[in-house]
């Protein structure tokens, strides 16, 4: 990181004081702990209080990180994997630090990684240009994969998600010393981290944690706490040990890691071994909870609820939300798999609209007819799932604050708009590591406008185009022709237009 002005005193936090480092535009200060380290007699337990600290932490660099592994070859983002076990913790860029009455809005960012991987250590999430737009940013962790999600016997479930309230608890008690205005937070994610935004804005645990929500492709499950257990108890048996908590402290991460990707899928979900047809299906049976990972928010009644209940009983309709999805979140080449033609066939057996079809065979042959099927798997993983809660949002009272983007622009290296490409954009930060090997030679002016939408969100809770309660399918598209599209959700609307009654 490269320092670019003087030391500034410490800010107490409840923890102790922390110092930072001079950042762009303000100071960083890197692996908070928010909580106690989640090893030892707080294993596989509920977030525990981090032992108070003596003197000033420094906090100047990435910490331990709860990824342990990379997601794989195929991911976009750089992310880090940091060993050590205080994996707990947040970091915070401001402009305005040791400033408790400057009240500037906060942004708090959520990883996504399938909810097994990703990193808050990323040069992606570096808050320097909110920052210097008069942000607060806050990235924090939180527990992965069975450690974060598994179902054993006489621990809480959904672990993760408890972590991500108490980083929300700690920036409540602590970010006035940073400068940011605690009744004034936006949580906000991608794909995992765009689900869990969506997660919380149907917990009852996490209510009055923050006033705004962006949900980037954000995806969310269906599993129930039943399903979950019997997973769990198929995993202990594998491992042969009891599926009680001393049974799962008996085994080193290490053994869980190198066997949890057996048990971490749901029976029969759609995905890209899927015909056309079943994923049609898949959309009409599970519309907005359509993760297909068993390690990932379990529907419990307690901290998680499902977002589509939730939304029809009108919780969150107080809370402004953003959200959309890339044009081609998932749209790999599949070998073998169904014709243009035949998913046609099947759309139109499902009862979609001529126009609605028109929409996606325009897209399949702009990108090429050998993503065909996995347009679709994009529609039924993120894109379906983006227009029902918008469409469940306008019926149920918070259609007024309730907006939808399209990310059509098409990186210079794949030709597609992809899962993860607009965020170096809504970042404002194209020059950041890895960008160009995935984007190309990326235009800084679409950066401008998508940043600026960001900022204009998390300072007012608004956006310049029309909401959904006026167009239920319109959306501001960023890239292609950009403007406002009143019918850029048409497709995915009909797709899921017998869940909702409007």
Request: with cysteine; hydrophobic share 40%; glycine share 10%.
């Amino acid at each position: 990181m490269n320092a670019t002005s003087s030391p500034i005193d410490p800010v107490n936090t409840t923890g102790g004081a922390v110092s930072g480092i001079p950042h762009p535009h303000g100071t960083a200060y890197l692996s908070i702990p928010f909580a106690a380290p989640p090893v030892g007699a707080n294993r596989f337990l509920a977030p525990q209080p981090h032992a108070p600290w003596s003197g000033v932490r420094t906090c100047d660099s990435y910490g331990a990180t709860p990824q342990r592994r990379p997601f794989g070859a195929v991911t976009t983002i750089p992310e880090p994997s940091i060993p050590g076990d205080d994996t707990l913790s947040l970091s915070v860029f401001t402009p305005a630090a040791g400033e408790p009455d400057a009240g500037l809005p906060v942004l708090v960012w959520i990883h996504g990684g399938g909810y097994f991987a990703g990193s808050p250590a990323s040069p992606w999430y570096d808050g320097r240009s909110f920052a210097r737009d008069g942000v607060v940013t806050v990235v924090i962790s939180y527990r992965l994969g069975f450690d974060g999600f598994g179902w054993i016997d006489g621990a809480p479930l959904n672990r993760g998600v408890l972590d991500q309230i108490a980083a929300l608890e700690w920036v409540r008690d602590n970010i006035s010393g940073f400068g940011g205005d605690p009744a004034r937070v936006t949580i906000a994610g991608q794909s995992a981290g765009g689900g869990s935004v969506l997660t919380l804005l149907a917990s009852p645990a996490a209510e009055g944690l923050f006033s705004a929500a962006i949900s980037h492709s954000g995806a969310v499950g269906s599993l129930a706490a039943p399903e979950a257990e019997a997973i769990g108890r198929r995993f202990a048996e594998k491992l042969g040990i009891e599926p009680t908590i001393a049974g799962w402290r008996s085994v080193d991460e290490t053994r869980i890691l190198d066997s949890q990707d057996e048990f971490n899928q749901i029976p029969d979900a759609a995905g890209w071994t899927s015909t056309p047809a079943e994923l049609i299906a898949a959309v009409r049976a599970h519309p907005i909870e359509s993760m297909g990972l068993a390690f990932a928010p379990v529907i419990d009644e307690q901290t998680v609820r499902a977002p589509s209940k939730t939304i029809t009983g009108g919780q969150s309709a107080h809370i402004p939300l953003l959200l959309g999805a890339a044009r081609d979140e998932f749209t790999f080449e599949i070998p073998g798999s169904a014709t243009l033609e035949t998913a046609i066939a099947d759309l139109t057996r499902a009862g979609i609209g001529e126009n609605e079809i028109a929409q996606y065979r325009r897209e399949v042959e702009r990108i090429g007819s050998q993503f065909a099927t996995s347009q679709l798997v994009s529609e039924q993983m993120f894109r379906a799932p983006a227009a029902e809660i918008a469409s469940l949002r306008a019926v149920h009272g918070a259609g007024e604050r309730t907006w939808l983007y399209d990310f059509a622009h098409p990186s210079a290296v794949s030709g597609l708009a992809s899962h993860c490409h607009e965020l170096p954009f809504a970042w404002d930060l194209l020059d950041a590591e890895g960008v160009s090997d995935v984007l190309g030679d990326a235009p800084q002016t679409l950066a401008n406008e998508v940043h600026a939408v960001w900022v204009r969100f998390i300072t007012h809770g608004t956006t310049e185009w029309a909401p959904v309660a006026d167009h239920v399918a319109g959306a501001r598209v960023f890239g292609a022709d950009g403007g406002y599209d009143r019918n850029a959700y048409a497709f995915e609307r009909a797709l899921g237009r017998y869940s909702i009654n409007s």
